[in-house]
């Protein structure tokens, strides 16, 4: 198959997320790890650009994280092939408690483990809220779920932690050991979200996609958004899957966050 086009972009799970919750008018810092190499500096410049601090970045020497993303122009649904350093490894001694206690909110992802899950640990003793971005399944899986205060689950995770196919069947299980509000991303169909004992389902918008690269990172950046204003749990999914729809109509993951006035105006438009 034939390349139509390609280009160099700056993106990941957290920098997309900090770059879209930053293009909303929230401060945001980054702790993690990233390689010395040019895609290292790339990527450090452009969230210095974007104005997210990164005085807890940890650099280390070696290669950054890459990904290789083959887009299919007529849905905008994408593989993703890449590779991340063990070097990468963000450890738990590295992580600052007076910068998670400092924090209105803290998001974390699935990758660097035992660090996420001490960072939601703190997040939680201090009284803050701690969101994640969880997309795979491991041995820490449930202790991340644990550890969090909202997780925020990929559809394909909750099934193969509760054995549970039906999405509103799986957090209600996942409800018997977690009191928060629990939510999964359910790609073009929409979201869910248990919220108590009510469960509220918000479907996506209709857009044509030209590339869905970044749109989960995108619907969790609004998710803290919308939750740091004090919405409603209904308000926060129809404002994130908002937000997200409109992050499809764009190429690339950082390069396609909206600013606060469009995702509002996408919001908006979806109650019309």
Known sequence: MRISSHSLQCGGQMATALSACAAMGLRTAYLGAMGDDHNGGRIREELLHRGIDLSHCVVRKGANQFAVIAVEEKTGERIVLWDRPDCLL???????ASAVASARLVHVDDVDQEAAILAATLAREAGVPATS?????????????????????????PPAITGEDDPERALRKLRKRHPGLLCITLGPRGSVMLDGDQMIYEPAIPVHAVDTTGAGDVFRAAFIHALLRGESARDILRFANATAAVSCM?????????????????????LR
């Open 133 to 157: 971005d969880i997309d795979r399944v491991t041995d820490r899986t449930d202790a991340l779920v644990d550890a969090v205060s909202i997780p925020i689950f990929a559809e394909h995770v």
């Open 90 to 96: 963000l450890t738990p001694s590295e992580v600052s």
């Open 250 to 270: 764009r190429s690339g993951a950082i390069a396609s966050v909206p600013t606060l006035d469009e995702a509002n105006a996408a919001t908006a438009q979806a």
